[in-house]
């Protein structure tokens, strides 16, 4: 559950400071004691927003990984949006596509290769941000992508 979102002027570090070293962090969602708060850039958001061919967009990633949150765990799997019989096809697609990574080039974000719960968030963006592309280099994902958020 969501009940604040912070927004930092610029980026910041895991613990939170917006100065000096470190300060890498663009969002992050909450947990123990910040549980049910977002944290943001105002600086990542703006060029999230402003820059549509990206594929990056950082409030759409950290909303993704709250809605992930929902049933409990951050896991990449969308259990509260995925009907039943799509979860074990999902575990699998996405095992599939992060093995093909390592094998193949591709036009994900190297981010979301490094966890199946960033690489939800990424393509999250990726879907939202620009569908064309998304659904003609991976179609199999977009299709779904498309039952996970009922798009279709």
């Not at 939170?16 to 969002?27: A, D, Q, Y």
């Amino acid at each position: 559950m969501l009940n604040e979102v912070l927004v930092y002027d610029d980026t910041f570090s895991k613990d939170f400071k917006t100065e000096g070293v470190n300060r890498n962090v663009l969002g992050m969602v909450g947990t123990g004691y910040l549980d049910g708060k977002m944290l943001l850039s105002k600086h990542a958001l703006e060029l999230g927003f402003n820059n549509q061919s990206d594929k990056n967009n950082t409030a759409i990633h950290e909303f993704v990984h709250l809605i992930d949150k929902a049933d409990g765990d951050i896991d990449g799997v969308p259990k509260l949006l995925l009907d039943k019989q799509y979860v074990i096809p999902w575990i699998d697609m996405v095992y599939e596509e992060m093995e093909a990574s390592k094998i193949k080039n591709s036009d994900i974000n190297a981010y979301g290769y490094t966890n199946k719960t960033e690489f939800f968030a990424v393509i999250a963006e990726y879907f939202f941000e620009r569908p064309d592309l998304f659904s003609k280099k991976h179609p199999k994902l977009f299709e779904m992508m498309s039952k996970v958020f009922k798009q279709k």
